[in-house]
């Protein structure tokens, strides 16, 4: 199929990951986005590289340390990660984590108080310990979703942003075109990772995808001494140090709301900055006294699992869906190579990803989101 | 993995904000003028009313250019805190008035953050206003909302600005006119406008010598009485032309060297091109703001629960164009520095790699990193100054922008050969002063957050490890992680 042209709606870390390695088999790649490459959650995350959970794991976990060289632009990843517990209940949560890295033959050392504050010079004395993953690690996501764009471009791609799909042609049972409001693209495949709004697009091809989008917020603060390992959290907060030495971190409590065709109308962040603030100042007690300087929110789309969707549908045939349940940024090395496979040869060649697949949802009540509690507050 | 799902997710928001500590009819951020003068008014009218201003800020913040661009010129006094307090006490008597109306004043108390619900947002219990002071932060609730923020300093970039003795006139004003407490002693002064007459007037009735002042037009831009007030004292005005350099040693800038290659001494290099009306937590609240050339930039829209007042809703309007006067500033400052002339002094940028979208110096840059430009970006769309900084981190840094940001706008648009109004606004966010995270922290934490805290969504299928699931561990690890969630 090379030399064939896919259409990608949807210009975030997956889509534009699966773009890439598309252009890396030779594929004429188009990808289509509302705004700026990268702008809503690929851009809005802890930059978290550990899904260790996924069937996507292994080769995440193989990818990240070859991306700089493979885009051929930063992307700030470093390896591995310490979680900090603050609780005895999170100690003993962790503990068990760590056991389960162990038996799944993940590499992890449980660290004593002073183990952890020899690893972690920010640490303080008040925690019950700690566990190092030697796996995983993080990256900065600004930096990687657009080189996720470059290093596709640098192949011949077609990035067109404040683009924003509207429809669809179909025929033969298949999608022929994607239509946006200044142009149709011809296509022989279609890619939909378009976040949040990849709901109401496969609306109309009749495809229904489970989706209920949610605000989640961060906090960073002014640079910090560097640490040797940046992946430190734990007291149920997510987040790093970054190369420049600023410490990013979230977690906590999450609003469900309602995204319109153009996705999020808005972006706010809430005082809950201070409940972040609260709980990173006891994570990193010797940086309790650095400035806060910004805070963001970014809008992540759940499936009523919360694993990904990541499935080749069979009507139309020719294309594949991709929405990634807040785990997106970490996985999309890996995602953006199964959405490559499934695009060209309709099976993921390294991993099995059935799970994965829509089907999960058949059978799914009509109303999943009231039942779980996922409706926006009215 | 059976979940039995009860309408109700444990770890949503919903229900698990504080309220605000207390509530007020009116909430005055800002005790200049016009804010004070707001807060009288509403107190006389018989609300409750509570008037904050951030100043006196420590000497720390004012290290960091908070909120004025203070350039390093502060004298030690700016330390002694309540020296400083007792200062703006005698600089506003109207402080007394307010106070005496019923207006609760709170000096050193930063606003940093305003809060309503409103787009992406619903959980929000009462509409809040973030203080803080130098001891904790709290909310406080409003039935409507007064900004009297003022206007900040325009810093522009030349060789040789990133050291002290580099400030802005309404700094200079500041440590003058209210604190006593500004350490130069000759200052040069770049522009003409009356915010620049006004600035050299003032600083020759407090008896600071003035080695004059720099024009890049062919003629002073001000009102002809100021214009004349100043040729009376003395005082000259460089036409057509700009500060070449600053020269300087360890305590910062000892000269200036002009295009013209005259050299000036002085220890300070006033930047007089304009002020920038502070609209941070309007932009910050997502509320409307429109660029007003003539008011002095972007300035709010208005609303009925949040007005503004005073020069933070734009400079008083004389028909001057104050964004083409920057403009053209920027233009001729950009044409006679090298590209390696630092813009954002927080992290360092210079305006190669600013117009270079390169990153920092800690990273790598591969041939195909080199290869990219400004120019390569702006074939995929217009110039954000957003999409900028995440790539260059240019105003990324401590000091939040207020250096950089309109600088890095300007220097865009030239680039992209764009008007001014083309660029958008690079967004402002909450906290929109920095705030040390032991002091905007939470400690009191509403129990039902507590509750509801999860690293992520709580949802308990999310992060069972493939292997596991359908065999005994999937059990365990919602025991273990997820406990009461959808049991």
Same mark, same amino acid.
């Given at each position: 199929?090379?030399?064939?042209?896919?259409?990608?709606?949807?210009?975030?870390?997956?889509?534009?990951?699966?773009?890439?390695?598309?252009?890396?088999?030779?594929?004429?790649?188009?990808?289509?986005?509302?705004?700026?490459?990268?702008?809503?959650?690929?851009?809005?995350?802890?930059?978290?590289?550990?899904?260790?959970?996924?069937?996507?794991?292994?080769?995440?976990?193989?990818?990240?340390?070859?991306?700089?060289?493979?885009?051929?632009? /930063?992307?700030?990843?470093?390896?591995?990660?310490?979680?900090?517990?603050?609780?005895?209940?999170?100690?003993?949560? #962790?503990?068990?984590?760590?056991?389960?890295?162990?038996?799944?033959?993940?590499?992890?050392?449980?660290?004593?108080?002073?183990?952890?504050?020899?690893?972690? /010079?920010?640490?303080?004395?008040?925690?019950?310990?700690?566990?190092?993953?030697?796996?995983?690690?993080?990256?900065?996501?600004?930096?990687?979703?657009?080189? #996720?764009?470059?290093?596709?471009?640098?192949?011949?791609?077609?990035?067109?942003?404040?683009?924003?799909?509207?429809?669809?042609?179909?025929?033969?049972?298949?999608?022929?075109?994607?239509?946006?409001?200044?142009?149709? #693209?011809?296509?022989?495949?279609?890619?939909?990772?378009?976040?949040?709004?990849?709901?109401?697009?496969?609306?109309?091809?009749?495809?229904?995808?489970?989706?209920?989008?949610?605000?989640?917020?961060?906090?960073?603060?002014?640079?910090?001494?560097?640490?040797?390992?940046?992946?430190?959290?734990?007291?149920?907060?997510?987040?790093?140090?970054?190369?420049?030495?600023?410490?990013? #971190?979230?977690?906590?409590?999450?609003?469900?709301?309602?995204?319109?065709?153009?996705?999020?109308?808005?972006?706010?962040?809430?005082?809950?900055?201070?409940?972040?603030?609260?709980?990173?100042?006891?994570?990193?007690?010797?940086?309790?006294?650095?400035?806060?300087?910004?805070?963001?929110?970014?809008?992540?789309?759940?499936?009523?699992?919360?694993?990904?969707?990541?499935?080749?549908?069979?009507?139309?045939?020719?294309?594949?869906?991709?929405?990634?349940?807040?785990?997106?940024?970490?996985?999309?090395?890996?995602?953006?190579?199964?959405?490559?496979?499934?695009?060209?040869?309709?099976?993921?060649?390294?991993?099995?990803?059935?799970?994965?697949?829509?089907?999960?949802?058949?059978?799914?009540?009509?109303?999943?989101?009231?039942?779980?509690?996922?409706?926006?507050?009215? | 993995?059976?979940?039995?799902?009860?309408?109700?997710?444990?770890?949503?928001?919903?229900?698990?904000?504080?309220?605000?500590?207390?509530?007020?009819?009116?909430?005055?951020?800002?005790?200049?003028?016009?804010?004070?003068?707001?807060?009288?008014?509403?107190?006389?009218?018989?609300?409750?009313? @509570?008037?904050?201003? $951030?100043?006196?800020?420590?000497?720390?913040?004012?290290?960091?250019?908070?909120?004025?661009?203070?350039?390093?010129?502060?004298?030690?006094?700016?330390?002694?805190?309540?020296?400083?307090?007792?200062?703006?006490?005698?600089?506003?008597?109207?402080?007394?008035?307010?106070?005496?109306?019923?207006?609760?004043?709170?000096?050193?108390?930063?606003?940093?953050?305003?809060?309503?619900?409103?787009?992406?947002?619903?959980? @929000?219990?009462?509409?809040?206003?973030?203080?803080?002071?130098?001891?904790?932060?709290?909310?406080?609730?409003? *039935?409507?909302?007064?900004?009297?923020?003022?206007?900040?300093?325009?810093?522009?970039?030349?060789?040789?600005?990133?050291?002290? %003795?580099?400030?802005?006139?309404?700094?200079?004003?500041?440590?003058?006119?209210?604190?006593?407490?500004?350490?130069?002693?000759?200052?040069?002064?770049?522009?003409?406008?009356?915010?620049?007459?006004?600035?050299?007037?003032?600083?020759? $009735?407090?008896?600071?010598?003035?080695?004059?002042?720099?024009?890049?037009? *062919?003629?002073?831009?001000?009102?002809?009485?100021?214009?004349?007030?100043?040729?009376?004292?003395?005082?000259?005005?460089?036409?057509?032309?700009?500060?070449?350099?600053?020269?300087?040693?360890?305590?910062?800038?000892?000269?200036?060297?002009?295009?013209?290659?005259?050299?000036?001494?002085?220890?300070?290099?006033?930047?007089?091109?304009? @002020?920038?009306?502070?609209?941070?937590?309007?932009?910050?609240?997502?509320?409307?703001?429109?660029?007003?050339?003539?008011?002095?930039?972007?300035?709010?829209?208005?609303?009925?629960?949040?007005?503004?007042?005073?020069?933070?809703?734009? @400079?008083? *309007?004389? %028909?001057?164009?104050?964004?083409?006067?920057?403009?053209?500033?920027?233009?001729?400052?950009?044409?006679?520095?090298?590209?390696?002339?630092?813009?954002?002094?927080?992290?360092?940028?210079?305006?190669? *790699?600013?117009?270079?979208?390169?990153?920092?110096?800690?990273?790598?840059?591969?041939?195909?990193?080199?290869?990219?430009?400004?120019?390569?970006?702006?074939?995929?769309?217009?110039?954000?100054?957003?999409?900028?900084?995440?790539?260059?981190?240019?105003?990324?840094?401590?000091?939040?922008?207020?250096?950089?940001?309109?600088?890095?706008?300007?220097?865009?648009?030239?680039?992209?050969?764009?008007?001014?109004?083309?660029?958008?606004?690079?967004?402002?966010?909450?906290?929109?002063?920095?705030?040390?995270?032991?002091?905007?922290?939470?400690?009191?934490?509403?129990?039902?957050?507590?509750?509801?805290?999860?690293?992520?969504?709580?949802?308990?299928?999310?992060?069972?490890?493939?292997?596991?699931?359908?065999?005994?561990?999937? %059990?365990?690890?919602?025991?273990?992680?997820?406990?009461?969630?959808? $049991?």
């Amino acid at each position: 199929m090379s030399g064939a042209e896919v259409v990608i709606v949807g210009g975030g870390v997956t889509g534009l990951s699966a773009g890439w390695w598309l252009a890396r088999s030779g594929v004429k790649v188009t990808v289509l986005d509302k705004g700026i490459v990268g702008w809503e959650a690929s851009g809005r995350n802890g930059g978290g590289a550990s899904h260790y959970q996924s069937p996507l794991f292994d080769e995440e976990h193989r990818l990240w340390p070859q991306m700089d060289e493979l885009l051929g632009y /930063p992307t700030e990843h470093q390896k591995e990660r310490i979680i900090i517990a603050m609780t005895e209940r999170q100690w003993e949560q #962790y503990r068990f984590v760590a056991e389960r890295h162990q038996r799944l033959g993940h590499p992890v050392d449980v660290l004593d108080v002073k183990q952890v504050q020899d690893a972690v /010079p920010l640490a303080g004395d008040k925690c019950f310990g700690g566990v190092h993953y030697r796996f995983g690690g993080h990256a900065n996501p600004q930096r990687t979703a657009q080189a #996720y764009a470059w290093a596709l471009q640098d192949l011949g791609g077609t990035i067109n942003q404040h683009e924003a799909v509207t429809s669809f042609e179909t025929a033969g049972g298949k999608v022929t075109a994607v239509k946006t409001a200044v142009a149709s #693209y011809g296509c022989d495949s279609v890619v939909v990772a378009a976040g949040p709004q990849t709901a109401a697009l496969m609306a109309q091809l009749g495809i229904d995808v489970p989706l209920a989008p949610a605000r989640a917020e961060m906090i960073i603060t002014e640079p910090a001494p560097m640490m040797p390992i940046g992946g430190v959290d734990g007291h149920k907060l997510y987040g790093r140090q970054t190369m420049r030495g600023n410490l990013a #971190y979230g977690g906590g409590p999450h609003e469900w709301i309602d995204v319109g065709e153009m996705g999020p109308a808005a972006r706010p962040s809430t005082p809950l900055m201070r409940n972040l603030a609260s709980r990173l100042a006891e994570l990193l007690p010797k940086a309790a006294h650095l400035n806060v300087i910004r805070s963001w929110a970014g809008v992540i789309e759940n499936s009523p699992d919360g694993r990904p969707i990541i499935d080749r549908l069979t009507s139309p045939d020719n294309v594949v869906i991709a929405s990634m349940s807040g785990v997106g940024f970490g996985l999309s090395p890996a995602s953006g190579h199964a959405i490559r496979d499934l695009v060209l040869d309709g099976a993921c060649s390294f991993a099995d990803i059935s799970i994965l697949g829509l089907s999960r949802f058949a059978n799914l009540e009509a109303d999943w989101r009231e039942r779980r509690g996922w409706m926006p507050i009215a | 993995m059976e979940l039995n799902f009860t309408g109700t997710d444990l770890c949503a928001i919903n229900g698990t904000r504080s309220p605000a500590e207390a509530h007020y009819g009116v909430v005055v951020i800002g005790a200049g003028r016009s804010g004070t003068a707001a807060a009288i008014e509403a107190a006389k009218a018989g609300s409750s009313v @509570l008037l904050v201003d $951030e100043n006196p800020v420590s000497g720390a913040l004012m290290g960091n250019d908070v909120p004025l661009y203070f350039g390093g010129r502060m004298t030690a006094a700016t330390q002694n805190s309540e020296r400083m307090l007792e200062a703006i006490f005698m600089s506003a008597p109207a402080l007394e008035q307010a106070m005496e109306a019923g207006a609760e004043v709170l000096l050193g108390t930063s606003a940093w953050g305003v809060y309503r619900n409103g787009p992406g947002v619903a959980s @929000l219990p009462d509409q809040v206003v973030g203080l803080a002071d130098s001891a904790r932060s709290w909310l406080v609730g409003f *039935d409507r909302i007064v900004l009297a923020t003022g206007a900040r300093d325009l810093a522009l970039a030349f060789p040789g600005w990133n050291q002290p %003795g580099v400030m802005g006139a309404a700094a200079l004003r500041m440590l003058l006119t209210r604190y006593d407490a500004f350490a130069g002693r000759r200052v040069l002064v770049l522009g003409s406008h009356d915010l620049a007459l006004e600035s050299v007037l003032l600083a020759h $009735e407090r008896g600071l010598e003035v080695a004059g002042l720099i024009e890049v037009r *062919d003629a002073p831009q001000g009102s002809a009485d100021l214009v004349a007030q100043v040729a009376a004292a003395g005082i000259a005005i460089h036409c057509g032309q700009t500060i070449a350099s600053a020269k300087g040693g360890i305590e910062g800038v000892t000269a200036a060297t002009l295009t013209s290659g005259e050299v000036i001494a002085c220890d300070t290099i006033c930047v007089a091109v304009g @002020l920038v009306p502070s609209i941070e937590l309007v932009d910050a609240m997502h509320g409307p703001r429109a660029l007003n050339p003539a008011r002095g930039g972007y300035i709010p829209a208005g609303g009925e629960t949040v007005s503004a007042v005073g020069s933070c809703a734009g @400079l008083a *309007d004389t %028909g001057f164009d104050h964004i083409a006067y920057r403009m053209e500033w920027m233009r001729a400052l950009a044409a006679i520095s090298a590209p390696d002339t630092i813009i954002c002094q927080c992290e360092e940028v210079t305006r190669a *790699d600013l117009l270079g979208v390169q990153p920092p110096n800690y990273l790598s840059r591969p041939a195909p990193m080199c290869a990219r430009s400004l120019e390569t970006l702006l074939e995929d769309g217009p110039p954000n100054p957003d999409q900028i900084k995440r790539l260059t981190r240019a105003g990324m840094g401590v000091c939040q922008g207020r250096r950089c940001r309109d600088q890095v706008a300007m220097l865009l648009a030239i680039a992209a050969d764009q008007p001014f109004g083309m660029i958008p606004l690079a967004t402002h966010r909450a906290p929109v002063r920095p705030i040390p995270l032991k002091i905007i922290a939470d400690w009191h934490e509403n129990e039902a957050m507590t509750a509801a805290w999860d690293v992520w969504f709580g949802i308990p299928t999310q992060w069972v490890p493939v292997q596991d699931i359908g065999t005994r561990h999937e %059990g365990e690890h919602r025991e273990m992680l997820y406990t009461g969630m959808y $049991e």
